[in-house]
């Protein structure tokens, strides 16, 4: 099992306290986003946690905890966002020389290859242009690049819950040939420096410019951190584009105090608000209670180590009918 930590909230930089907590006390209850009686639990054993991959934009939070979850056997790497706008975009991440820092610590900590930068969503105001961009992603890229060994990028999805919070934002038409003289610019920075840049869920094709479409949730990636093969199938749960393997998600939406504008994940203030001040660092879940009136399910968990065949079962395959 593989638990993502999480596409719905920043869980290292707002609730390292509760994860741990958790980790601690071997399980941990998500409310279903669409019935809010209906209640997952997970375990959290390292027995049954092949791996967690934390998502954030300020793990620093995180850092000074990691030790107790290596000491408790847990395996996981970061996809860690810095992107190149200021507070009018990005309201509550702290400034760029800071998150630069932490990028730089974290990776020293825990090793280059299990730290991934991210640059995305990129999207063009009149501020933010192709040229701002590609000046950006190139100091980002001189600061980042001897400390990580990829940045994956994607262009903005205006979902629904997007479109409200970024009304007062005047976004300027990107065409798909913007995106690839763009995309051509930033592959030959990351080229310069020595990174591997991939594409997040994109329906374009960039291959031209040598960027593949990645995966976050990254089989092979775990598979090298684990020291062993595992097998997973691509999270149907996902956009077709998107590449991850299954996972399971274990924040919840309208949670995150970053208050960024593009975030798909929060799309009403007033409720952020309730459900911040109803998280309490001794619940199974991220916020509030148990009520009573909810069914609790324990989630199914898909081990999945590859089963290495015995010599002597391969030579009983081999001699098997085919019929049979």
Request: charge should be positive.
């Amino acid at each position: 099992m593989i638990i993502s930590a999480s596409r719905r909230t920043d869980i290292p930089a707002f609730y390292s306290d509760w994860f741990i907590r958790r980790l601690q006390e071997g399980f941990l209850y998500v409310r279903n986003p669409f019935n809010a009686r209906q209640i997952f639990k997970i375990v959290l054993s390292p027995d049954v946690v092949e791996c967690i991959v934390f998502w954030s934009k300020n793990p620093a939070p995180l850092l000074k905890k990691l030790h107790l979850i290596d000491r408790m056997g847990y395996k996981y790497y970061f996809q860690f966002t810095i992107t190149s706008y200021d507070s009018s975009i990005e309201k509550n991440v702290p400034a760029k020389e800071e998150v630069i820092e932490t990028f730089i610590k974290l990776s020293e900590k825990i090793g280059k290859h299990k730290v991934i930068w991210r640059y995305d969503p990129i999207f063009l105001t009149d501020k933010f242009d192709i040229n701002y961009h590609v000046k950006w992603f190139e100091y980002l890229a001189s600061k980042l690049s001897k400390h990580t060994n990829k940045c994956i990028i994607s262009f903005i999805d205006m979902y629904k819950k997007c479109q409200n919070n970024m009304k007062d934002i005047c976004l300027k038409d990107f065409n798909v040939h913007q995106k690839k003289i763009l995309a051509k610019n930033l592959a030959e920075i990351s080229e310069s420096y020595g990174l591997k840049i991939e594409s997040c869920a994109e329906d374009i094709d960039l291959e031209e410019f040598g960027i593949k479409h990645g995966k976050c949730i990254d089989d092979e990636l775990i598979s090298r951190i684990l020291g062993f093969p595992i097998s997973a199938s691509k999270d149907k749960n996902q956009r077709s584009a998107c590449g991850c393997v299954e996972s399971i998600d274990i924040g919840a939406y309208n949670t995150c105090k970053h208050a960024c504008k593009y975030c798909y994940a929060n799309y009403s203030q007033k409720m952020v608000q309730r459900n911040i001040k109803a998280h309490e660092v001794g619940s199974p879940l991220i916020t509030g209670k148990i009520t009573g009136n909810e069914r609790i399910i324990n989630r199914k968990i898909k081990p999945l180590k590859k089963q290495q065949l015995s010599l002597l079962d391969i030579i009983a395959q081999r001699n098997t009918p085919a019929d049979k």
